[in-house]
């Protein structure tokens, strides 16, 4: 929209009053009434108008009725706020505030509506979307087009076009047919007809009289289209009811085949009220049950230690060699189950894992030809820290995370899956749910589980879905029963084509809107990392959030001030004590089993992984020896002597002798094959021992031939050689080429070092206080100059681009006066990169070609090249 349109907006038709002494005629001059801290506040609730500074008021009112920055302030109202903007876009332009809250009440007492309707009046017009005094109260020219009734996009308030709209491009004479048959005198012009009409159905009396001569047919089709959509289909020969209608005005014609209700018909029959429920209060977020806080701190920390181990043991497993990337980036299905079972839980809480480690940068993509996932370096640094410290850099990183990991098996909008650490799982909203949904907990008394539906509804009522602020018309896109023989036209969002691209289709769990699964994402997430325990906001979330720790937060709270590197040692220092300690033993038994009945300490649960396999997890983790594992211990480089001596050490009970057999007994046939490279030989002192192994049909696929009676060859290469024999039963060893053996220790793997994902915007960051004084001081500088008042233009010529023109000779003359009588000049500059620019200044000094002064438009003092300026021309006013 460009400065003449905003001149039209506020143009005011002849005869009509002008409300109050001074009130505004275009949004530029609202704005310029303001004091700095109103438009502070503009530019805090739309930052995206600060994209670049604007030079003046005029500039900053044309930015703010662009169409991208009017959908955006519209999709951040709450559902109150957004209806009274629905009803402004149907109430006559301009509406004074009893006729705004008439809409509302329908003259009916509503004190919650009188209550709200201030407030949310002036939100609008704290956010430039309204604008003008109480008796004459405008919504912004983009804001009424998105939001105004049409066959496309009906209202959300259910209402259709004026009969003065309806009948836009009716024949007279058709006007003149419908005027008789609503039993008003004829008129002399298609005006007056629209005029007589318009009376008519405003009257409250007249029309009631003209809808008791209605038949009861007509009154139902009234009513199924009343509360919208206004639109209907209709035949070729339209049933009585419907004619009886048309030939009055009550329906008017859009095209052949539809027909509309006229917004003052539907009105009259709502008893003058635009919403059928309007939502003055917020919904309160009820409780569901209450626990004892310290119940709750407990269940969060049980969960907080549980996904530091769900997390460890994920990297762990992929730091030998991780999973590979697939070419589009991500994770594979078969991946994806895979890990998923090896942590024993469900594929959408391995995904969750995945991308919250990925989120914190423990895990990348390590950048090979071979590329495959594995943690980062950053990884080790995360594992010095203590427990609770941990897991507040994974909270910390999953609060700012915008990847979204339920998205995970979902489908974009070219039909393409979703993968695990994939591109496309970003969404902006994340952060901002994912701490409103916390901050709604914490409104709750500590140890108090909110209601997940009532939450939803808080929610919704927030910030409502893309065209559901209004509850007259249902959710827009679903059809209403339509009367017979009309069938009502399907509706569409206020603003569909300022829709983002198309979310993945939500699966029967979760609701289609992103917003609302965000928010059932976070409640489960929140829970899996123990912010909550119990559905309640733990002590530690509460001081993550810098939220009050022992009593309820107000609905909009924000934090109580301090520094968030100060809430994350806050929070972790209240989850320390609730973590269980490491112990430094386990308790052997004679089941070939060893019990550790806590979290071990790093250098045991790396020796014992090695040692055993982990059989179950829990509060107490149960390890079991094998052949296979004690065989993987002593490939390690281990001696028999070495396990035993650690076992003995390290347990509370005596080592039982099943176990210290089956070392023994492992460790005695360990190395008594020896499998090199030839292609792959096999050789053993024994060779009774090498004649059984190729008399084994296991053997047959090894291809083993025998080249001397303790050599065996193999087609086979050693490293399944290696795992043919063992998975006979045998326990072989490698040997280099001069005969030694060969140490199976491998090394773990870690990609280069690597920064977590950047968080991708949710639009401009919202401007500290440091850059709100900084704009708005230029801003009101830049306009103090735009507005300034200069002498007539025929005593200054004027270029086309509207600079001053005069010779050098009358430049440097008039700059010299002004330097010495302290007066503002006018001047026309342009820079070393040709752009070309206005600016009032008070000269101060002019010598050596340049002159300088106090630059009004930049509030700063400046010194310009005197070739540089085009012209200069006094000012009719000072006062700058």
């Not at 209450?290 to 709750?296: D, M």
């Not at 600016?839 to 002159?851: L, S």
């Amino acid at each position: 929209m460009g400065i003449g349109e905003l001149d039209r907006e506020a143009h005011v038709p002849e005869g009509r009053p002008s409300g109050t002494a001074g009130s505004p005629r275009t949004l530029a001059e609202a704005l310029r009434a303001r004091g700095d801290d109103g438009l502070a506040a503009l530019l805090r609730a739309r930052p995206d108008l600060l994209g670049p500074v604007p030079n003046d008021l005029t500039q900053l009112a044309t930015r703010a009725g662009t169409r991208a920055s009017v959908v955006r302030a519209l999709e951040r109202l709450d559902r109150f706020t957004l209806q009274v903007a629905e009803v402004l876009a149907v109430a006559p332009d301009p509406a004074p505030y009893p006729v705004l809250l008439g809409l509302f009440s329908g003259g009916a007492a509503a004190p919650e509506v009188e209550a709200a309707l201030p407030g949310a009046v002036a939100l609008l017009r704290e956010q430039a979307l309204v604008w003008g005094d109480d008796d004459r109260l405008r919504l912004v020219r983009t804001a009424r087009e998105l939001l105004s009734p049409s066959p496309q996009h009906p209202s959300p308030t259910g209402l259709g076009p004026t009969v003065a709209e309806a009948t836009a491009g009716m024949s007279p004479g058709r006007l003149q047919e419908i005027v008789a048959a609503a039993g008003l005198p004829s008129t002399h012009d298609p005006v007056s007809a629209v005029a007589a009409l318009t009376a008519l159905f405003t009257d409250r009396k007249r029309m009631g009289a003209l809808l008791d001569t209605a038949p009861p047919e007509a009154l139902a089709v009234l009513d199924r289209l009343v509360w919208g959509p206004p639109y209907g289909e209709v035949t070729a020969k339209p049933t009585p009811p419907v004619s009886w209608l048309r030939d009055r005005g009550l329906l008017l014609p859009v095209s052949p085949r539809t027909m509309v209700l006229p917004r003052e018909v539907a009105l009259h029959l709502r008893g003058g009220r635009a919403h059928r429920a309007p939502e003055p209060r917020a919904p309160e977020v009820e409780a569901a049950r209450a626990y004892r806080p310290e119940v709750v701190d407990g269940a969060a920390a049980g969960q907080a230690y549980a996904a530091l181990a769900a997390v460890e043991e994920l990297l762990k497993s992929w730091e030998h060699g991780g999973p590979a990337v697939l070419r589009a980036g991500g994770l594979s299905v078969r991946d994806l189950r895979r890990t998923a079972t090896a942590l024993d839980v469900p594929e959408p809480v391995a995904a969750f894992w995945m991308e919250l480690a990925y989120g914190a940068g423990l895990l990348a993509s390590d950048g090979e030809a071979d590329e495959r996932y594995a943690p980062t370096p950053a990884y080790d640094d995360w594992l010095d820290l203590p427990p609770a410290e941990r897991w507040a850099r994974l909270v910390t990183a999953w609060l700012a995370a915008t990847r979204t990991p339920g998205l995970v098996g979902g489908q974009d909008a070219k039909g393409r899956t979703l993968a695990a650490l994939g591109p496309d799982l970003d969404r902006a909203a994340a952060p901002e749910v994912r701490r409103r949904v916390l901050g709604l907990l914490a409104t709750l008394e500590p140890g108090t589980a909110a209601d997940p539906e009532s939450l939803l509804a808080r929610l919704r009522w927030e910030r409502p879905a893309r065209g559901t602020g209004g509850t007259g018309a249902g959710r827009p896109g679903t059809p209403a029963p339509a009367p017979a023989p009309a069938q009502e036209a399907g509706a569409a969002g206020p603003w569909a084509s300022e829709q983002r691209a198309a979310e993945p289709a939500a699966g029967p769990r979760h609701p289609a809107d992103l917003r609302e699964r965000l928010a059932r994402w976070t409640l489960e997430d929140a829970e899996l990392l123990g912010v909550t325990g119990r559905g309640a906001l733990s002590t530690a979330g509460r001081a993550l959030l810098n939220l009050p720790l022992s009593e309820a937060a107000a609905p909009d709270a924000e934090g109580g001030g301090v520094e968030p590197e100060v809430a994350v040692e806050r929070a972790a220092e209240l989850l320390e004590p609730l973590l269980p300690e490491a112990v430094d033993h386990v308790l052997l038994q004679a089941d070939l089993t060893a019990v550790a009945p806590g979290p071990l300490l790093r250098p045991l649960a790396d020796a014992l992984a090695v040692l055993a396999d982990v059989e179950s997890k829990g509060g107490a983790t149960v390890y079991r020896f094998t052949p296979g594992s004690v065989r993987r211990a002593l490939d390690t480089g281990r001696t028999a002597s070495d396990l035993h001596a650690f076992l003995a050490a390290h347990s509370r009970t005596p080592v039982p002798q099943p176990l210290a057999y089956l070392i023994d007994d492992v460790a005695r046939k360990h190395g008594h094959l020896r499998v090199g490279a030839a292609s792959a030989y096999v050789r053993c002192d024994d060779d009774a021992l090498l004649g059984e192994i190729l008399a084994d049909r296991r053997s047959a696929a090894l291809g083993l031939r025998r080249l001397a009676p303790t050599v065996l060859a193999a087609q086979a290469d050693p490293v399944a050689l290696l795992e043919g024999l063992r998975s006979m039963g045998y326990a072989p060893a490698a040997e280099s080429a001069e005969g030694d053996v060969l140490i199976a220790r491998a090394d773990a793997h870690r990609t280069p070092p690597r920064t977590p994902p950047v968080p991708v915007p949710d639009g401009p960051p919202v401007p500290d206080a440091t850059l709100l004084a900084a704009a708005v001081r230029a801003i009101r500088a830049g306009d103090r100059a735009a507005t300034a008042v200069r002498k007539e233009p025929a005593a200054v010529p004027v270029t086309a681009g509207g600079l001053p023109r005069t010779s050098a000779a009358e430049t440097l003359a008039t700059v010299q006066a002004a330097a010495m009588t302290g007066s503002a000049v006018w001047i026309g500059y342009v820079n070393a990169e040709g752009a070309a620019s206005q600016r009032v200044i008070a000269p101060v000094r002019v010598e050596g070609g340049f002159v300088t002064g106090y630059d009004h438009t930049a509030d700063e003092v400046r010194t310009y090249p005197l070739h540089r300026i085009t012209g200069v021309a006094e000012l009719a006013d000072e006062e700058v």
